[in-house]
Structures are given as structure tokens and as C-alpha cells.
């Protein structure tokens, strides 16, 4: 292991202890707005308490702990993830984030490095999909961007505005935070592309924008023992070519630039063995790191479409629009720099995930830190981080606060 500032067996401790804190037989599952997640909070809580920071929760429900600067007319450095993850999900999708935020905070207080600005280390609300449908609660909160409708949405006979009251916040005064220098996460890839590249860090450009598009296909049902087979309208037929031509569509614009698309939710009707199919729904989700690859891909959808076989009829609608959100050009060259003075190789690279970054821009300039991770596995039990790759991306991250204190 690299010689490093941080410490990578506190950073180690620091993730076991949060994962433990999931719900039983299910690893690792600390759900936002649940018991569970409640509990990790206030594991965070006492953790920031203990490095010197100090505590408070903002109105969107965020768990910020704070360290002073010298100058309290400078702005804040921000760095965080989140603590919440998705059923039998990860250990390090998110925790890794928040906990190498805290140990840059640590590190500096232990080696008295007093800065100019402060220092803020962030858990966000529910990045992940929440029990209400919605996610980036938090960072979309602190962005001034959390639509006023979602607060009326309901789980278990509670509202969303409620459940952010029940964790601390206060949704009636949600507006745009100010005063932000710079925002830096740090995640884990979700991928393979530094794995097999052997690559220390992935520096990100730009998180891709999200569309999912609705695709339902109407035929005719038929008895499946009488009607021949050229005389039929068989919306399953006609739904297996277009997931497959949806596919290799992606396939030709991924071999240029970063693009997906992909078929996740799928369903038949009447579903009787003996009937030829006649309604399918497919929802696919598209993801693209240029607007215009993404407008393009939505026009060669209709034209296939509108060549559906005889007698077979579609309805599209998209149902999220999300654009692509660039990250700030002058701190992902800041990380670069950081990089290579600890000695740690980069390259950039395209997320395909979203993440609170990608909120946080919209309202201060934000930039991305990835680190491998095995296999390129997330969001299952098997997802792992080696802790050496953490405390890497922790000690860029630090080095990169030290230089941008500076400016």
C-alpha cells in the first residue's frame, strides 16, 4: 500500500462498522427513510461529532458536518455521497464516498492543517431510489430543485414531505444553498473500465443524461391453435424484434461515444398460453453523455416504429427527461493536477450512473472522483472496493482541498 495522509485502517474500521448497520439477512440493505437508516445516521452523526465537526441537518433532510476555516467570509468546500443504499445492495456505493469525505476532515485536523475555507462533509437524503419513487432527495433539495409535488407522495401512509420531517428536515424551507467553492465526490466506478485498464482514478466529465422511454405495442389476440401464423398480429413478435434492434442501435453509438440503452421492465398481455399476445410494454432506460446522440436515438426510435408489421400499433411516452450534467472543467483539471503530484494514475472518463454531483453542479462547480472496484459490480451483496483504492481517492481528494484552499 501507497504511503498516504489519510488512514487507510480507520477508513477500513469506519465502512465495516456503517455496514453492519443493515437489516438482518439482508446484506447490506439501510434503506432511506427506514429504521435502519435511521440508525446509520446517527453511527455518522457520532463519527462527524468525534473528528471535531460540527453537526447539523439542512432543510432537505442532508447530514452535514462542518469544519471552520479562517476566512468565515470564504466559501465552503464540499465533499460527500451518501449513506443509503438500495435492497441487498453494496457496502461502498455511497458509504465510501461519505466516509473518505470524513477522513480527509480527520486528516487535516491531525496533521494541523487549518484552512481558509471551511470544510463541509455531507451525507445526502436518499440518492438512491427511495421508497417513493424519487431519488437525489437531498442533493436535488440543496440544488433549490426538489419539485413541490414529490412532498405529497405517499409510502406506508406517509407523505414524502412528512418522512423528510421525521429525519430532521424541514421541506417548507428548502431553497438553492449559496456559498459553495467547490463540491467533490468521491465513488466507486460501478464498472471496469479502471479494473482492466489497471487505472488509479477515473476522473469524471460528465454524468449522462437519463431518458426512459414507455413503448406500448397494441396487436390482436387470436386463438394460438387456429389462426395461422402469417395471419397474425403478435405484439410479443413485434416487441422481441425491437428489443433487439434497441440493442444493437445502442451497440453502433456506444462504439463512438458513451451511450445505453436498455429494456429493464417488460410485460405481456393477456398472458394465457393459448392466446396470441396482443399489448406489450417495454420501458427502456437510455443514457448518453450528449444531448444531441440522445435526440438522435429518440428519431431512430420513431422511424422504427412507425415500420411496425401490419396490424401491430404503438404509444410512446417519455416518462424522465434527465439532461447531461458536465462537470466543472477547471476541477476536474484541479483533480489532475492532484493526481499526479501523489503520484496516482488518471483519465477521464463519462459516469453512466447518476449521482448528487450532478445536482450540485447546477449550483456550485462540481467534479467526481471514481475508484475501482471489483469486478465492476454495484448494487448487489457481491459489490467490493479494495480499501487501498479508497484511501487513494481520499488522498486526492485531500490534496485537491489543499490546493483549492489556496486559490
Known amino acids: 500500500m501507497r504511503n498516504t495522509r489519510v488512514n487507510p485502517d480507520r477508513i477500513a474500521a469506519d465502512l465495516e462498522a456503517l455496514a453492519r448497520i443493515t437489516d438482518p439477512g439482508r446484506p447490506w440493505t439501510r434503506s432511506a427513510f427506514s429504521p435502519r437508516f435511521d440508525e446509520g445516521r446517527r453511527w455518522l452523526t457520532d463519527a462527524f461529532t468525534r473528528a471535531g465537526l460540527e453537526v447539523a441537518l439542512d432543510p432537505g433532510g442532508n447530514l452535514i458536518g462542518t469544519r471552520s476555516g479562517s476566512d468565515p467570509a470564504a466559501a465552503t468546500i464540499m465533499l460527500g455521497s451518501h449513506s443509503d443504499t438500495v435492497p441487498d445492495g453494496g457496502r461502498f456505493d455511497g458509504p465510501a464516498g461519505v466516509i473518505a469525505a470524513l477522513e480527509v476532515a480527520r486528516m487535516l485536523d491531525e496533521r494541523g492543517i487549518r484552512l481558509r475555507h471551511g470544510l463541509a462533509v455531507v451525507d445526502f437524503l436518499a440518492e438512491e ?33 412528512q418522512a423528510m420531517r421525521d429525519v430532521g428536515g424541514n421541506p417548507a424551507a428548502i ?42 405495442l397494441t396487436g390482436r389476440p387470436d386463438h394460438a391453435g387456429t389462426v395461422p401464423m402469417g395471419a397474425r398480429a403478435d405484439a410479443l413478435v413485434a416487441a422481441a424484434a425491437l428489443i433487439t434492434d434497441i440493442d444493437a442501435a445502442a451497440t453502433a453509438r456506444a462504439a463512438q461515444r458513451h451511450f445505453t440503452a436498455t429494456v429493464g421492465e417488460f410485460s405481456i398481455e393477456p398472458g394465457a398460453a393459448n392466446v396470441v399476445p396482443s399489448r406489450a410494454r417495454l420501458l427502456i432506460d437510455a443514457r448518453a453523455a450528449e444531448r444531441p446522440e440522445m435526440e438522435d436515438f429518440a428519431g431512430w426510435l420513431d422511424a422504427r416504429l412507425a415500420a411496425l408489421p401490419t396490424g401491430i400499433m404503438a404509444e410512446t411516452r417519455r416518462l424522465s427527461d434527465n439532461m447531461p450534467t458536465a462537470m466543472d472543467a477547471g476541477l476536474v483539471a484541479e483533480l489532475e493536477g492532484a493526481a ?22 447546477r449550483i456550485a462547480p462540481a467534479a467526481m472522483v471514481f475508484v475501482p472496484c471489483l469486478g465492476g459490480r454495484s448494487h448487489c451483496p457481491e459489490e467490493w472496493a479494495e480499501t487501498a483504492d479508497i484511501a487513494l481517492g481520499a488522498e486526492l481528494l485531500a490534496e485537491a482541498v489543499i490546493a483549492l484552499d489556496r486559490e
Open 129 to 161: 431510489v427511495s421508497p417513493f419513487g424519487v431519488s437525489c432527495i437531498g442533493s436535488r433539495s440543496m440544488a433549490g430543485l426538489l419539485p413541490e409535488a414529490w412532498l405529497e407522495l405517499q409510502h406506508d401512509g406517509r407523505s414524502l414531505g
Open 175 to 216: 431553497a438553492a444553498r449559496g456559498g459553495i467553492k467547490a463540491f467533490l465526490e468521491l465513488h466507486i466506478e460501478q464498472g471496469t473500465v479502471l479494473e482492466s485498464s489497471g487505472t488509479d482514478a477515473g476522473l469524471v466529465t460528465t454524468v449522462a443524461g437519463i431518458t426512459r422511454i414507455e413503448v406500448v
Open 340 to 361: 499526479d503530484r501523489i503520484g496516482a494514475s488518471r483519465r477521464r472518463m463519462v459516469s453512466g450512473a447518476g449521482h448528487d454531483a450532478a445536482w450540485i453542479a
